[in-house]
C-alpha cells in the first residue's frame, strides 16, 4: 500500500517536471525569446513613459562690470581749481578687488605768475587743456551699508585705488601714478553713486625747474552695473 | 547741454543694466539656504529658506547671487551655496568659473602692463591668442612717457610657454614693430622719428584667481635706426590681465 503510493507520487512528479519542458506550449518558448531584428541598434530594454524636459543651462545676468560718468573739481597745481568731467570703467573680480579704468578732462587756468605778472601766457589755450587717463586696481576696504532713517538700508564701500597712466598738459604726455580713495552707495542694485577723492603726480617743469605736481581731484559720478 | 547730456546718460545706464537674461528657480538642496543683505561675507543673514523650497535667481555679481524666495524676499547668497541648489531637472546648478585648470588652456587674454622701457616710463595694453597651449600671437600697444622724449611702440610677436599645466608660467617671446619718438618741446628741437624695431624677451604669468593673471616681463629690443649703429633699448613691465 505504501510502496503504491510513494509510485503514485513520484509518478506525479515526473509528469510535473515533464510537464514544464513540453515542447508543444508557445507561451513559454524553450529556446528563449526570439533574436531581435538586426537593425544595428541596442535592444530597447525599457521604455520609461516620462517626458524628458530639455536641460538648458540658464543664463543668469552677471553684472560685474561697471561703467559711469563723473563730474567734479580738478586743482591743477600752479593752475587753479576747475571742473573736471570724465568715464571710469571697472570690472569687479571678487567681493574685495576691481580692476578700473579711468579718463578725464578739465581746462586749466591761468597760474599765479601769469596772473601777478601780466605778461604773455605760458601755455596755449589746446596746451592749457588737462587729460589724463589711469589704469589700476581697487579695494573695498569698507564694505558695509548706509541707513538712511529707520526703514532703508543702501549697500555701500569705501574702497582704495591705485594706478597708473598717462596725462597730457603743457605740451607733452606724461606718466601719472594716480592715488585715491572713494564711496560707493548702491541706490538701486544696478545703480551706484560715487564720491571720489584722486591725486593725479607726474613730474613737470613747465615752470622752470622739474618737480613733482600734485593734482588732486573730487569727484562725484552715477555708474550701473551690467 | 549738461541736462541732455545727464538724461542720456541715464537712458543709457538704464539700457545697460536691464539688458535681458533668463530667470532660473532653483530648488534648495542642502539644510538651508543662507540670504544675506548684500553681496559680501560681511553682510548679515536676514533670511532662510530651508531644503525643498523653491527660489529664483535674479542675478549674479562676481561669487554672489541675488535670489527671490516664494514670498518675494530678496538676499545675496554666495556661490558655495548656489552650487548645492537644484535646477529644475533635478541636477545640481552647474556653475561654470572659470579655474586654476582653464589657465594654460585658455585661448584668448588681454592685458595691461606698467614699468620701464630704456629709462622712459611705459604703459602697455596688449591682446593675445593662442594657437595652441603653448604658442601665442601677441599684439601690444604702448605709450612712452620719458622726461625729455615721449613715444607710443605698436608690436607683433609669438610667446611661447614650456609648462601651460604650471600655476606660474615661464615664457620666451620674440618679436618685431614699430617705435615713433617725440622729443619734448622745451629742450632743442629734433625731428619726431618712426623706426623699426625687434626684440626677444622672457616672462612669467601667475594664476591668481577666477579670470585673473599676474604677469611680469623683460625684453630687449634693438631699434634699427638711420643712423651708423641700431639702438638697444631694455624694458621691464609688470601688470594683470585676464583670460576667456
New interface residues.
Partial sequence: MESRLRILLLSAFVLAAGCSHMPWRDDEPAEGPPPPEQTGETPVVIDPQVERREVKPAKIDTENWEAGAYVGSLSVEDFEVNVVYGARVAYHINEDFFAEGIAGTSDAGLSSFERLSGGAPLLTDSERQFTYYSLGFGWNALPGEIFLGGKRALNSAVYLTLGGGATRFAGGDRFTLTAGAGARVLIKDWLAVHLDMRDHVHEIDVLGSNKTSHNFEATLSLAAFF | MARLAACG??IF??A?????????DVTVADPYLELR???????PIVHVVERGASVR??????????VQDADGREGWVHRKQMAETL???G?RM?I?DPAREDFGAHRREVG?L?GDYGG??V?T?YGAYAFNEHLAGEFALS?L?G?FS?GQVATLGVTHVPRPDWRIQPFLSIGTGMIRIKP???LVQTPERTDQLAYAGIGVRAYL????ILRAEYKEYVVFTDRDENEEDIEWKVG?A?FF
Fill in positions: 546718460l541715464l545706464l538704464g545697460i543694466a536691464t539688458a535681458g537674461a533668463d530667470e532660473l543683505t548684500g553681496p559680501g561675507r560681511g553682510f535667481v535674479l542675478k549674479r555679481r562676481t561669487d554672489w547671487f541675488q535646477v529644475p531637472a541636477e552647474d561654470d595691461l606698467i622712459a616710463n604703459v595694453a605709450h612717457l622726461n615721449d619734448k618741446g622745451t584667481a577666477r579670470r585673473f594683470f585676464f
